[in-house]
């Protein structure tokens, strides 16, 4: 059964004419004893039917956690489900990923980092380039979600752009509900949370300023 209504089917369609060049989703899934990853098959699915709507201009990469480690490795992949949005049909990484389905309201977030990558431009203010262009080492951003949640899409965008527009940022979309240990290592409480470098901890949806702010502190005092 499709995952995607027809009547969504025809949105889709529409918003992916918007890309300029073509994208690779890579998606990870696992069937080990280890890890019971109940949302990997819908997710799998989810990416294959958006790709059917892109009239060829997202290519897709399915991968197994346990069977591939060394794709996994080379895009920082260490748990499944996961969906990475690469440029280029080769596959150039510019941090964009997604931990857990990205379905609900996080959808919006897959489709708009699609759309980013295959512009390769992040719509950020003057400042937050300026801010992006001192960040000399690596710095990650790890966005707790669910798919219920209205706020957490522009929480999830916004640090995508960030990794979008810096070599040394990436951000990550993560479901507080299917990592429930790390939600819990992080006291992940609401959504949307944001963490940076696993230290600095921002509650809510806040600004591109206050979240550049959050940056700023943490690469002058890390």
Known sequence: MPLLKPGLQKDIREALKGMSAPVTLAVFTTDTDQHACEMCDDTRQL??????????????????????????????????????????????????????IPSGYEFASLISAVLMVSSGQAAL??????????????????????????YCPAAVTLAHKLAMASP????????????????DRFGVRAVPHTVINGKVHVEGSVPEAALIEKMAAWTAHP
């Open 47 to 100: 990416v294959e039917e958006l790709a059917l709507l892109s009239d060829g201009r997202i290519t897709t990469e399915i991968y197994d956690l346990a069977r591939d480690p060394a794709r996994a490795a080379a895009l920082h992949v260490d748990k499944a489900p996961a969906v990475v949005v690469l440029a280029g049909n080769g596959g150039t990484d510019h941090g964009v990923r997604f931990f857990g």
């Open 125 to 150: 203010t003057p400042a937050t380039i300026a801010a992006l262009s001192r960040v000399a080492e690596p710095l990650q951003i790890q966005v707790f979600v669910t798919p219920t949640c209205p």
């Open 168 to 183: 040394h940022v990436s951000a990550e979309m993560i479901d507080a509900s299917e990592f429930p240990d790390l939600s």
